[in-house]
């Protein structure tokens, strides 16, 4: 079974309205999430790191305004797309380390913004 | 540049067949190399890690070549059910921390 939770796993969206997708460790304490977008025949691209009670760390490009993450306990993060827009429709995925020298990835959320 | 740099294929083989992908990174500082796969929307599974003394799982072997910034894959013997996107994937920090991911290799095996 998944050893990260991520839903929802398919989401459809008006232009306008926000989204918001959660992971959720099952077994481990997820202490630091990653959060990717994956945009069609594109690789994963990093947009934010967060680690539990304290700010994420976003890369360079993505807004942190826009794509909101939330990192609250240890077993859960969320990242809200906010005012979304058709561009934002994208393959977004967590993942975390939960053993040493081992990262799960959660199952993966298709947005697709109409 | 990019960071990870990877033929995009399509890499079309029949069973049975050896095929081979390669990857470059672009910072000499990089610690950690991996192989993912991953099938059609789904998240990335590992499918390797990458030592510079080379590697062996069965049928994949990878291999490291840090003066050249340089990683392959090679999948001897085919099956329908490796069609699928490789990933490259490099660490800088080491360890499984910030992981750079290439654009991927797609293959399809074909009977």
């Known amino acids: 079974g998944a050893v990260v939770s991520q839903h929802p796993s398919r989401v459809i969206c008006k232009s306008g309205t926000s989204v918001k997708i959660e992971c959720r460790s099952l077994d481990f304490q997820a202490t630091t999430m990653f959060w990717y977008r994956q945009f069609p025949k594109q690789s994963l691209m990093l947009m934010a790191t967060s680690n539990e009670g304290s700010k994420a760390t976003y890369e360079q490009g993505v807004e942190k305004d826009k794509f909101l993450i939330n990192h609250a306990s240890l077993t859960l993060s969320t990242l809200t797309v906010t005012s979304a827009h058709p561009e934002d429709s994208s393959f977004y995925i967590c993942s975390s380390t939960g053993a040493p020298n081992t990262i799960y990835f959660g199952e993966g959320s298709w947005l697709t913004v109409v | 540049r990019k960071e990870v740099e990877q033929d995009p294929g399509p890499f079309n083989v029949p069973e049975g067949a050896t095929v081979a992908f390669n990857c470059t990174y672009s910072?000499?500082?990089?610690?950690?190399f991996f192989w993912y796969r991953q099938d059609c929307r789904k998240e990335p599974k590992l499918l390797m890690s990458v030592y510079s003394s080379g590697n062996e799982d069965g049928r994949f072997t990878a291999q490291l070549n840090r003066a050249s910034q340089y990683i392959s894959l090679l999948i001897r013997d085919s099956k329908l059910s490796d069609s699928a996107t490789y990933l490259c994937?490099?660490?800088?920090?080491?360890?499984?921390?910030?992981?750079?991911f290439g654009a991927g290799t797609r293959l399809a095996v074909h009977p």
């Open positions: 994937v490099v660490n800088q920090a080491g360890g499984y921390n910030k992981l750079i």
């Open positions: 910072n000499s500082a990089s610690q950690s």
